[in-house]
Each structure stands twice: as C-alpha cells, then as structure tokens.
T-cell receptor, first 111, second 110 residues
Framework: DAGVIQSPRHEVTEMGQEVTLRCKPI?????LFWYRQTMMRGLELLIY????????DSGMPEDRFSAKMPNASFSTLKIQPSEPRDSAVYFC?????????FGPGTRLTVL | TQLLEQSPQFLSIQEGENLTVYCNSS?????LQWYRQEPGEGPVLLVT?????EVKKLKRLTFQFGDARKDSSLHITAAQPGDTGLYLC??????????FGTGTRLTVIP
C-alpha cells in the first residue's frame, strides 16, 4: 500500500482564492481525519469522518472551511476564500482501530 | 480541558548524550501514544502505552506511563542525528480521534 496520499504537496495562493486539498486514505480504513499544523498551535484536529460520514467538525475554524468525503477512497478540504492566517501544513490521516497513519501533508501558503 | 503539555519545547544535544522528554496532563487518560515527526513528513506512531506504570522499549527509546496515567516520559539513550525530529504525545478522545500535545523539537548535533 502506498500509504495515505495527499495532493498537492505544496500550494501557494493569493488571499481570496479558493483552495482545495485532496486525500486518498488507506484502503480498508474506516476513519479519516484532517489536521492542521502550525508553529503556534501545533497539530489541531479539524474534522473527522467515519465510513464517509462527518462525525465531528467542531475543529473547523470558520465557515470558510468545508470538507467532504464522497466515497471511501477520497476526501477534500476546501477553503473559500483563503486568508493569510490559513497558511499551515494540512495533514490527512486514516485509521482502522487505534492505529492512525498520516499522509505527508500539504504545505499551504496564502499570500 | 484536555491539555497535553510537553517539555522541554526545544532540546539540542550532542550525539551520544541521553535525554528525557515529558508529557503531562491534569486528566487521566486510558492510553497514550508517542509519535515522531520528521521535517516534511507526517507523524509516525512509535508506541502506545495503556497500563499505569507500563514501560516499553524500542531499541534506544524507553517509554514510561505514569502510575496515575496522567503523565508519560520518553528517554533516549545515546542519541543519534537520526533521532532529530518533533516528538509528540497524543491521547485518544472519543472514537479514535487523537488530541496531540504541544511537542518537543529535538536536534541531535553530530
């Protein structure tokens, strides 16, 4: 298995633009998580899904953030409109049981 | 709150030295995980500790879970440059989601 796949690995955009981050979880995993990591706040859980259904989105900072999981092999995290304070590394992780495996992350820079 | 405090926040040591990093909480947790994150990558699970007082060893790394299950430590013997990275402790909350500590950024100088 190639592990959790995220794309793009790097994204640079201008304030106000829409940004879409993508994640392919490990086949057979029933949980999918989106995290954001910054120096100031560390790793924060944004939202997670169980069997493609959003369970807890209380970590999503604002209405500008939305996430979907249309099927078991794909999820997106969208920011519209993006702002400079959204600059961070966004990680997707999937798990079955207690073992969560993380993707390599998407480094987002909003100018 | 579920705050997980890690100390020290930053640690820079010479190759061959020993070190200990800590993870503390005011709450009791049923289990705790330790992760290492290298630059440009996601966190990778090192170990899970479950029982109060439990000690687990992974080569030169020794993990201990406090008797009261409120704290944990990671001890590295004879640190090597390859140990450089961000060490994170995490607890599971609810159904499988992880709450991470603040992290200790370790640099081992050759």
């Amino acid at each position: 298995d190639a592990g959790v796949i995220q794309s793009p690995r790097h994204e640079v955009t201008e304030m106000g633009q829409e940004v879409t981050l993508r994640c392919k979880p490990i086949s057979g995993h029933d949980y999918l998580f989106w995290y954001r990591q910054t120096m100031m706040r560390g790793l924060e859980l944004l939202i997670y899904f169980n069997n493609n259904v959003p369970i807890d989105d209380s970590g999503m900072p604002e209405d500008r953030f939305s996430a979907k999981m249309p099927n078991a092999s794909f999820s997106t995290l969208k920011i519209q409109p993006s702002e400079p304070r959204d600059s961070a590394v966004y990680f997707c992780a999937s798990s079955k049981g207690a073992l969560a495996l993380f993707g390599p992350g998407t480094r987002l820079t909003v100018l | 709150t579920q705050l997980l405090e890690q100390s020290p926040q930053f640690l820079s040591i010479q190759e061959g030295e020993n070190l200990t990093v800590y993870c503390n909480s005011s709450s009791v947790f049923s289990s705790l995980q330790w992760y290492r994150q290298e630059p440009g990558e996601g966190p990778v699970l090192l170990v899970t500790v479950v029982t109060g007082g439990e000690v687990k060893k992974l080569k030169r790394l020794t993990f201990q879970f406090g008797d009261a299950r409120k704290d944990s430590s990671l001890h590295i013997t004879a640190a090597q440059p390859g140990d450089t990275g961000l060490y994170l402790c995490a607890r599971q909350t609810g159904a499988n989601n992880l709450f991470f500590g603040t992290g200790t950024r370790l640099t081992v100088i050759p």
